[in-house]
Structures are given as C-alpha cells and as structure tokens.
C-alpha cells in the first residue's frame, strides 16, 4: 500500500536523540515539554542505533506484512489503513511481538504494554515528530517504493 | 461457488478464514467448532484467571468478525470423520458436510496419563480451553490450595494466574527444572527463584505416586494436601481425523509448506500440524500462537487456489513471570556465546557460519533481531556478529542490508 512512513538517511543523522526526546513528548499527552520529560524515564517508540562511525535512528517500518500483527497473542496489534497500531489495553506485555520484530521497534512502556510508533496521527502532533524536530532533516516522512 | 469447511474454531482458523478471504471473497465457508466461543486468544487463558484479560477482551477478533467474512459457524458441534474420497465431514448430529476443500485445524488436547487414586479426585481441571480457565475461577477460594502437576508453560502460566488469588500454589515436575523443553537448567533456575520469591512452591524431579481425594504422595515421599488439582502434564495434537481418513501422520498432521495433507483436497494447520522447522531441518509440531495463524493464513490462501507458503517456521517462544521475560528460539546447537549476570542469562547458538538459536533470560531488548537471524539463515561472515551478539542491533548488518531494510516499504 502507498503511504508516507517515517524514513531516515543515515549520512545525515547526528546521532543527537533528539528525536527520541521529541517521540516520548509527543506521546505524552502533556503540553509542557519540561514537565512531561525532565528527570523522568522516557519511553520513545523510536531509538538511535549506530555506533562511533554511523548512527540512525529507527521505528516501526509498518511491514506489509507485519510479523508481529500475525504474531501478537492477543490479538492487540493490527494493520489500519496502512498503519499497524497497537491497542494498549489489549496488551499483555508478553514480549512475542518483541521476539519477532526483525527492526527490534516494540519496547514496553512503563505500564509493560508495548509501545510502537503509530506515525503521531493518534497524539496532538498530528504528524511525525521525530521528523518535525530532525535538526539536520535526517529524518522524513514521504512516500517511497521497494528499496532499490 | 466454491465450499471451505475449517474443523476448528481457534487461531489457525481465523488465520485460514483470513486467508481464503485475500483471495476468494465469495465462496461459502463453515467452521466447525467444538468449543462454544468465537476464536479467543489461547494464551490469554491465564490472563483472564488472573484478572488481566477480561471475557470480552480475549477474542481474538472483533465480534462481527465471522459476519464480515460471511462465514457460518457451527457452535458445539464437533467433526467425527473426514471422507476425502466423498469430500465431506461428517458431524456428531449425523449431518454430513460437503467441502471443495477443508482444513483441519483442530489443535491438541491435554495428555493425562493413569494415575493411581486419580479418579477419587473430585476437583481436577486441565487448563486448555477458556471453559477449563472459566471452570477453575469458579472453583478455585481465597483459602484453596491449588496443586499443579506439571511445570511446562501450560502449567507455570496457571499457577502464575492462580498465585494471587489462593492460598497456596504447589508445582510438581518430573521434568529437574522448570519450563524443560525450552530452557536448560541455568536459566530455568532464574525463573524458579522470581516464581518463588512470588510464593510459588515446586516439587522438581519428583512425580506423583497416588493420590487420595485431597492428597497426592510423591515419589520423594513428600505429601501435598490439596483443594483443587490442575492436570498441566502435556498436550497431544489432535490428529485422528487425518489419520482415521488413511492421512500420514507423525506426532502431528504432516503437512508440506502450502499446508496440504497427504489426503486430496485436505490441510491442515496450528498444533495439529507438523512441518518443516528451519533452524533444526526437521519436521516438528511447531505449536505456538505466530506459527499457527501463519500456517492457517497459508492453508487458506491454498485452499482458495492462490500460492502461499510457509517455510521459515521456526520454534520460538517468549513467557513471563512477574516481570521476568524469557525468550528462547531455534534450536540449542553449535557452539555457545554467553553472557551472565545475577539475574540474567543469554546464550547465543551458532553452527555451520548461522544462528541457530538462543536463550534469553531477563535481557530481551529487540531479541527480534536474532530471531530474524536465525529465520533468514543469515550467513554471520555477512554481519558484524561481534558486535550483534553483545546487543542485539541492526548496525552489525552492511549498508546495502540496512538500505533494504531502512530505505524503502518492507
């Protein structure tokens, strides 16, 4: 299906997290960035991977054909008009959506429910934060094929 | 118009009934089910004694999930033979059912084996079905003593329900440690102490020799009193069906990778099946909840005349206890990398240049990885395994690999 994912050029990532910080914000449901995050565990659905010499940041690829949609025990993961999409009350923190994802993009949240990027569509950003907040632009939202 | 007949009502079933829908959104389907629930998430069984999964919460699917797909669900009736050579099943009410093409997907049963004194115990349950799980939370009191005979997953999972609302939990194994078909004794060991810390108690490598209404004397000579049993010793998949009908069957169904018997016009998928399993090369009862829609997605797919296979099966697994997580997959073969801590073990199994399994326990973060691994056949001289077995991580894989994966839809 032809949607716009989240994407990012590694040549162009720092490696800073502020995408990271910007996911968890985003996902808070509070207004206030410092009372939402400052000195407390944040739980972003996207993480920096990389080591000293190459650095990206990574969140759900929402496959065509999700592994953990077909995998999720209780049945609390699916696919919504291109999006897969975890309900949370539904979740059992049973960590089998962990054990399939091959992008390693599922981490508990401070419940133990499972987190996941759901592109912001659902929270008051509306659009992908990670993206909104990139400050070298390294991360992107737009359309794309196969790669190449 | 084609007829689909699935035998069975649970996730290989809505798998199947998924998968004849991408391809055929017209032909009529039947489901055949024993059990009187629309398919719910097994697993959850547990859940739902503990308080965690409500009975409206553990369907597997929405409630207009049959109507949607149009088909038609027999509730409480149950399949007693297949006739490949009339292409029809026959029912208990002595209806026959006609199909172009079936599917059996009637999972496994518990094994109860002869056990001296068992048929004076009045309050015994299995623990397979929601109505098991319904039956014990009726029975099971604040003061009962609950006495699992059985430490694998089926087992510890009921206990584990069952801990917080009863007075005392007992485990018995013959099995020298917990969970023993998946983890050795190390990381079974981590498990233990977090289910003992918790008040579970566990007599291990010890058996029942009889029992009495409300005692049972072990082999070790000790004695548990107990209110109500719980039965947890094993499964055994379902397969007289196929095997009565002249079909090959081994310790499940045998199936190929499109899912088909060896009886015309019959597939078979879930824990009734056993196919090819990657990381061994044999062919084993892969019996876990992923691998049971997928073979049932495929099954369906089949039966409809699209092409679907499934052939990157593997066994894998992932249980909790009180915030202790264990992730196995594959198989423990090859040579071992491991790292240990006070609370956490992880082994990795590398043969032949592949990963070929591992054990996690208490360190799990994006065990998926690995799992891919392992599901991929990825040869390690294509990967930074030096770096990917210290941490799970997409960076020990080349540029172009992270490309595919990073850089377009996948």
Same mark, same amino acid.
């Given at each position: 299906?032809?949607?716009?994912?989240?994407?990012?050029?590694?040549?162009?990532?720092?490696?800073?997290?502020?995408?990271?910080?910007?996911?968890?914000?985003?996902?808070?449901?509070?207004?206030?960035?410092?009372?939402?995050?400052?000195?407390?565990?944040?739980?972003? *659905?996207?993480?920096?991977?990389?080591?000293?010499?190459?650095?990206?940041?990574?969140?759900? *690829?929402?496959?065509?054909?999700?592994?953990?949609?077909?995998?999720?025990?209780?049945?609390?993961?699916?696919?919504?008009?291109?999006?897969?999409?975890?309900?949370?009350?539904?979740?059992?923190?049973?960590?089998?959506?962990?054990?399939?994802?091959?992008?390693?993009?599922?981490?508990?949240?401070?419940?133990?429910?499972?987190?996941?990027?759901?592109?912001?569509?659902?929270?008051?950003?509306?659009?992908?934060?990670?993206?909104?907040?990139?400050?070298?632009?390294?991360?992107?939202?737009?359309? *794309?094929?196969?790669?190449? | 118009?084609?007829?689909?007949?699935?035998?069975?009502?649970?996730?290989?079933?809505?798998?199947?009934?998924?998968?004849?829908?991408?391809?055929?959104?017209?032909?009529?389907?039947?489901?055949?089910?024993?059990?009187?629930?629309?398919?719910?998430?097994?697993?959850?069984?547990?859940?739902?004694?503990?308080?965690?999964?409500?009975?409206?919460?553990?369907?597997?699917?929405?409630?207009?999930?049959?109507?949607?797909?149009?088909?038609?669900?027999?509730?409480?009736?149950?399949?007693?033979?297949?006739?490949?050579?009339?292409?029809?099943?026959?029912?208990?009410?002595?209806?026959?059912?006609?199909?172009?093409?079936?599917?059996?997907?009637?999972?496994?049963?518990?094994?109860?084996?002869?056990?001296?004194?068992?048929?004076?115990?009045?309050?015994?349950?299995?623990?397979?079905?929601?109505?098991?799980?319904?039956?014990?939370?009726?029975?099971?009191?604040?003061?009962?003593?609950?006495?699992?005979?059985?430490?694998?997953?089926?087992?510890?999972?009921?206990?584990?329900?069952?801990?917080?609302?009863?007075?005392?939990?007992?485990?018995?194994?013959?099995?020298?440690?917990?969970?023993?078909?998946?983890?050795?004794?190390?990381?079974?060991?981590?498990?233990?102490?977090?289910?003992?810390?918790?008040?579970?108690?566990?007599?291990?490598?010890?058996?029942?020799?009889?029992?009495?209404?409300?005692?049972?004397?072990?082999?070790?000579?000790?004695?548990?009193?107990?209110?109500?049993? +719980?039965?947890?010793?094993?499964?055994?998949?379902?397969?007289?069906?196929v095997k009565d009908a002249g079909g090959e069957v081994g310790r499940g169904i045998v199936v190929d990778e499109m899912m088909r018997t060896s009886l015309p016009g019959v597939f078979a998928a879930g824990d009734?099946?056993?196919?090819?399993?990657?990381?061994?090369?044999?062919?084993?009862?892969?019996?876990?909840?992923?691998?049971?829609?997928?073979?049932?997605?495929?099954?369906?797919?089949?039966?409809?005349?699209?092409?679907?296979?499934?052939?990157?099966?593997?066994?894998?697994?992932?249980?909790?206890?009180?915030?202790?997580?264990?992730?196995?997959?594959?198989?423990?073969?090859?040579?071992?990398?491991?790292?240990?801590?006070?609370?956490?073990?992880?082994?990795?199994?590398?043969?032949?240049?592949?990963?070929?399994?591992?054990?996690? +326990?208490?360190?799990?973060?994006?065990?998926?990885?690995?799992?891919?691994?392992?599901?991929?056949?990825?040869?390690?001289?294509?990967?930074?395994?030096?770096?990917?077995?210290?941490?799970?991580?997409?960076?020990?894989?080349?540029?172009?690999?992270?490309?595919?994966?990073?850089?377009?839809?996948?």
């Amino acid at each position: 299906m032809n949607m716009k994912r989240v994407y990012v050029n590694e040549e162009w990532c720092l490696g800073c997290h502020l995408c990271e910080y910007n996911c968890a914000f985003a996902n808070s449901g509070l207004s206030d960035m410092a009372l939402a995050l400052k000195g407390k565990p944040i739980y972003p *659905r996207i993480h920096i991977e990389g080591d000293e010499k190459i650095s990206y940041a990574v969140s759900c *690829r929402h496959c065509e054909d999700p592994m953990c949609v077909r995998s999720c025990i209780a049945g609390a993961i699916s696919k919504q008009d291109g999006v897969v999409r975890i309900d949370r009350d539904r979740c059992v923190g049973c960590f089998t959506c962990v054990l399939v994802c091959p992008y390693g993009a599922l981490a508990p949240g401070e419940s133990g429910a499972m987190l996941k990027c759901e592109l912001c569509l659902q929270n008051a950003s509306g659009e992908p934060a990670c993206v909104r907040g990139c400050p070298n632009k390294a991360i992107v939202y737009e359309e *794309r094929g196969e790669a190449e | 118009m084609k007829r689909y007949v699935i035998i069975g009502n649970c996730i290989a079933a809505a798998g199947c009934v998924e998968g004849i829908r991408s391809v055929d959104p017209d032909g009529a389907i039947t489901v055949v089910s024993e059990e009187t629930h629309p398919a719910y998430c097994r697993p959850l069984i547990s859940y739902f004694l503990e308080g965690r999964a409500s009975l409206d919460r553990i369907s597997y699917r929405a409630p207009d999930f049959y109507d949607r797909a149009g088909c038609t669900v027999l509730y409480g009736r149950r399949a007693v033979a297949v006739r490949p050579e009339e292409k029809a099943v026959e029912l208990d009410d002595g209806t026959s059912l006609p199909y172009d093409a079936l599917c059996v997907a009637t999972g496994s049963s518990p094994f109860v084996p002869s056990m001296e004194g068992l048929e004076n115990v009045r309050s015994k349950y299995s623990f397979m079905t929601l109505d098991d799980a319904i039956a014990l939370d009726k029975a099971v009191a604040p003061e009962s003593r609950v006495f699992v005979v059985g430490a694998g997953m089926i087992g510890l999972k009921c206990a584990e329900g069952l801990l917080g609302r009863a007075a005392s939990v007992t485990v018995c194994d013959l099995a020298d440690r917990v969970l023993s078909s998946v983890l050795d004794f190390e990381c079974a060991a981590l498990v233990q102490r977090r289910l003992e810390e918790h008040g579970m108690r566990f007599y291990l490598g010890d058996s029942v020799l009889r029992f009495e209404p409300d005692t049972a004397y072990l082999k070790s000579g000790a004695v548990v009193g107990f209110d109500v049993l +719980v039965l947890a010793v094993g499964i055994r998949p379902n397969v007289s069906l196929v095997k009565d009908a002249g079909g090959e069957v081994g310790r499940g169904i045998v199936v190929d990778e499109m899912m088909r018997t060896s009886l015309p016009g019959v597939f078979a998928a879930g824990d009734c099946a056993q196919s090819f399993d990657v990381s061994s090369g044999e062919s084993r009862v892969l019996a876990i909840l992923p691998n049971a829609y997928m073979q049932g997605h495929a099954a369906g797919v089949n039966m409809a005349g699209g092409r679907e296979v499934f052939d990157k099966g593997i066994v894998m697994n992932s249980i909790g206890f009180f915030g202790m997580h264990a992730m196995t997959a594959g198989s423990y073969d090859g040579e071992v990398y491991e790292e240990k801590t006070e609370s956490s073990v992880k082994r990795l199994y590398t043969k032949d240049g592949l990963l070929k399994g591992f054990m996690l +326990v208490g360190c799990d973060e994006r065990a998926g990885i690995y799992t891919s691994m392992i599901r991929e056949r990825m040869p390690l001289d294509s990967v930074d395994f030096g770096l990917m077995k210290r941490g799970a991580t997409t960076a020990g894989y080349c540029k172009e690999k992270r490309g595919k994966m990073f850089g377009g839809v996948v």
